[in-house]
């Protein structure tokens, strides 16, 4: 698929498990399933933001999808060309399409190329830069690694021209992160998933480290940045007011599942999933009057751990409408209407 | 009487780098019943505060200045043994962070029972007992059973409740949470929010929360205190700081937070980055920053002025937009009065070079009296309007800067003007406040 059109997805994921063997006993392990059978994908230019509590796998899911973690299962298509690791051994073809023409074989992205279109921005601004390097080894790291300069003194206009562009001091080069505050420190951290040129980039709560006043000046240049180089996001927060303002599409994951998947206006006014529901009357809104009118639907309990998830939907044991249908099997993730996907048996009842 | 009452508190911790100014004349009443919000970014002096009326300061810090009155009682300086029976007493704190809050060596039961053997003179068994009621009041399933349970056996939304069991175990007046929700899940914190609203509302103590989540002040608070850089900047109503913000940080801090409203557009962040401590500058902490600052911001740290009974603020702006008020009527007043304002061209230039320049004021410059026509035209007009015109046209002299100084000396002298929107003075009748 040649992924011109501007309605072809950038990145594709396709029934993406990431499973961690957890010791649960002598000689006994047992997979934690972090991320369970989970699709979507990403159009050009655009941001889907992928929210849920702790624990939850939306940061496993980032991770996997850069193969930051070796997929259990399932495949990432990036721009129509399946991503496999050298000594990747998942069986692509079993997630073919027939758009595809039925094999992913022949088509095939080597990791070392994708690693030159996708980056990651990660959420600790205090642990993600290493305190020994100077700011430009740190974002001169990834140019580097891909061998993208010829010399030392292209590699020296690299490094300025990215910092001038997050808005940092070209004097503030040769210095160290410590001496850096946590939101320049986040802009170091940009810069350097700038630095080779990427299309899609991974943002991993990349401000909730932040002041409030702070947070504000990042998000502002993730948006600028989106439309100054096309970039793609997949913004990965728990703050939902953040990932309402800077998302187009929001996802929302619970236990490795994925229960609900919308543009970010719809998701907000009409969510369909009982979980979404709750989890966004759960968001405080900065405003007394509506705060204090604000009825929440009150989730009972903690999720549960995720080595031993409930039968059927996970989300069923804290889910007021769950019927003995929920525990007997996993509801699909589809369609329901358009752009708009729930996991949920009984999304046509509760929604009447 | 307020329950407390924080007066002008200045603590300041003395490091080898020099004196880190944390909190700079923090002033707030807390009454019993109430939920006070304190809000800022990290380094604004909120947890100061807090350590502060507990005592719980890190050794390097010290309450240089200032008064702390819980219950008519001096609390700074008072000494351990007083201080020992208020914390978890009369006071208590819930932290931040339930993972390190509890001792894990040590099961839950044992962690509970402490205070209420310390405080009370229930016995073992007494206290076994009260320990399980109070997890049974935050609703924790088979208390008995998690009695003897270590905390990691606990979720972070669990160990959070039991912090609060611990911190309500003795009944205290005051119940200060320190972000006692940033480190949980949405649905988590508003497990937690809810509870610790049907507590405060059937034991009827007051909270102090300390947040840099409006979402969550919106929510909780009745009133609010915004700190910057450890001085207070505004207090108020939630309303009032939400609908009617009068400190420009304040009116930052609220532009800055994303809402359903900013979708598509860009947010507008506080431009620059928090201030050093060690080095504070004369003038208002937040003027670097402030987009409206005037001269005067950053020569001299504004006062703090009464906007209503319950809303005060320290921003140069609200003297300005007050003073111009102020202004016209005294001109009107004096007008009235037969006064003549020939001397207005001089009048203009000291307010120039004053700092607050020409920009505040064209028409109503004539109004802005200068101190020597200031005095001239309060004898004739005292003359001339008995009352409120007298006093309102003594008021002019807010606006030029020199006459700004002169003011902050009498101002212990003046009482509240007649018009109540305004900390104002009354040359004549002197202090009756």
Redesign the interface.
């Known amino acids: 698929m040649a992924a011109q059109g501007n309605d072809a997805p950038l990145v594709e994921v396709r029934h993406l498990k990431e499973y961690f063997p957890v010791n649960t006993g002598f000689f006994k392990t047992t997979p934690l399933k972090a991320v369970d059978d989970v699709s979507f994908s990403i159009k050009r230019g655009e941001t889907l933001g992928l929210v849920g509590?702790?624990g939850c796998g939306k940061t496993t899911v980032g991770r996997t999808i850069l193969h930051l973690y070796e997929p259990t299962d399932g495949v990432v298509v990036y721009d129509g060309k399946a991503v496999v690791g050298p000594k990747e051994k998942v069986d692509i073809d079993k997630f073919a399409t027939p758009a595809d023409g039925g094999s992913l074989k022949g088509n095939i992205l080597s990791l070392n190329e994708y690693r030159t279109k996708t980056t990651m921005v990660f959420q600790d601004p205090y642990s993600s830069l290493n305190p020994r390097m100077t700011v430009s080894d740190i974002i001169a790291e990834p140019l580097d690694v891909h061998k993208m300069c010829a010399n030392a003194q292209e590699r020296e206009e690299r490094v300025l021209e990215l910092m001038n562009r997050v808005g940092l001091n070209s004097e503030h080069a040769s210095r160290y992160a410590h001496e850096f505050?946590g939101?320049?420190r986040q802009r170091i951290g940009i810069a350097r998933s700038l630095a080779v040129n990427p299309e899609f980039i991974v943002c991993d709560e990349p401000v909730s480290a932040l002041?409030?006043?702070?947070?504000?000046?990042v998000?502002?240049m993730f948006?600028e940045l989106q439309e100054e180089m096309g970039l793609t996001y997949l913004f990965i927060a728990?703050d939902?007011?953040?990932v309402?303002?800077?998302s187009d599409r929001i996802a929302v994951m619970y236990l490795g599942k994925m229960v609900e998947l919308a543009d970010?206006?719809e998701i907000?006014d009409r969510p369909l999933h009982p979980y979404s529901k709750?989890?966004l009357?759960?968001?405080?809104?900065?405003?007394?009057?509506?705060?204090?009118a604000?009825k929440?639907i009150?989730?009972q309990g903690?999720?549960p751990s995720p080595l031993n998830a409930p039968s059927g939907c996970p989300f069923r044991t804290r889910c007021q409408y769950a019927t003995e249908a929920c525990a007997a099997s996993m509801p699909e993730f589809k369609e329901v209407e358009k752009g708009h996907f729930v996991a949920c048996h009984r999304t046509a009842d509760i929604n009447a | 009487m307020a329950l407390l009452e924080v007066r002008d508190l200045h603590t300041s911790f003395f490091t080898d780098a020099g004196e880190v100014k944390a909190v700079n004349g923090v002033s707030f009443d807390l009454d019993r019943g109430k939920v006070l919000g304190i809000v800022g970014e990290s380094g604004s002096g909120k947890s100061v505060t807090v350590y502060s009326i507990m005592q719980i300061l890190a050794p390097a810090g010290r309450i240089v200045s200032g008064s702390i009155k819980f219950d008519g009682q001096e609390l700074v300086g008072a000494g351990e043994r007083v201080m020992r029976d208020i914390r978890g007493n009369k006071i208590s704190i819930i932290f931040q962070d339930p993972m390190t809050s509890l001792n894990p060596t040590y099961t839950i039961g044992h962690q509970l029972m402490e205070a209420i053997l310390l405080h009370t003179d229930r016995n073992k068994e007494q206290a076994w007992d009260r320990a399980v009621e109070m997890l049974k009041l935050v609703n924790v399933n088979e208390p008995e059973k998690r009695m003897k349970q270590y905390p990691h056996e606990f979720s972070g939304g669990m160990r959070q409740r039991v912090m609060i069991a611990m911190a309500l175990a003795c009944e205290p007046d005051i119940l200060i949470a320190d972000e006692p929700t940033t480190a949980l899940d949405v649905t988590i914190q508003a497990q937690i929010l809810e509870l610790m609203q049907q507590l405060q509302r059937e034991l009827g103590m007051a909270i102090i929360m300390i947040t840099h989540d409006l979402g969550v002040v919106a929510q909780m608070c009745d009133e609010i205190v915004v700190m910057y850089a450890g001085s207070y900047c505004e207090r108020g109503t939630a309303d009032e700081i939400f609908y009617d913000p009068r400190h420009e940080y304040t009116k930052g801090l609220l532009r800055s937070i994303p809402t359903t409203g900013t979708v598509g557009q860009k947010l507008q962040p506080i431009t620059g980055t928090p201030i050093d401590l060690l080095n504070l500058p004369k003038g208002c902490p937040f003027a670097p920053r402030c987009d409206a600052a005037m001269k005067i911001c950053i020569r001299q740290a504004a006062e703090n002025m009464e906007l209503s009974s319950t809303h005060k603020a320290s921003c140069w702006i609200n003297v300005q937009r007050s003073a111009r008020d102020m202004g016209v009527s005294a001109m009107q007043k004096a007008r009235k009065a037969g006064m003549d304002f020939d001397d207005a061209s001089d009048i203009a230039a000291a307010l120039e070079a004053g700092g607050l320049g020409a920009s505040v004021l064209s028409a109503e410059v004539h109004a802005a009296q200068a101190e020597e026509s200031l005095e001239d035209a309060r004898e004739r007009a005292a003359k001339d309007v008995q009352g409120t015109g007298a006093d309102n046209l003594a008021d002019g002299d807010i606006i030029g800067d020199a006459a700004l100084l002169h003011s902050r000396e009498k101002s212990n002298s003046f009482s509240s003007s007649p018009n109540p929107t305004v900390h104002s003075k009354k040359p004549k009748k002197g202090g009756n406040r």
């Open positions: 509590e702790s505050s939101g320049q002041d409030v006043s702070i947070q504000a000046q998000i502002n948006d728990h939902l007011l953040v309402r303002h800077i970010a206006a907000y709750s989890l009357s759960a968001v405080p809104i900065p405003d007394p009057k509506i705060a204090r604000n929440r009150p989730l903690d999720i």
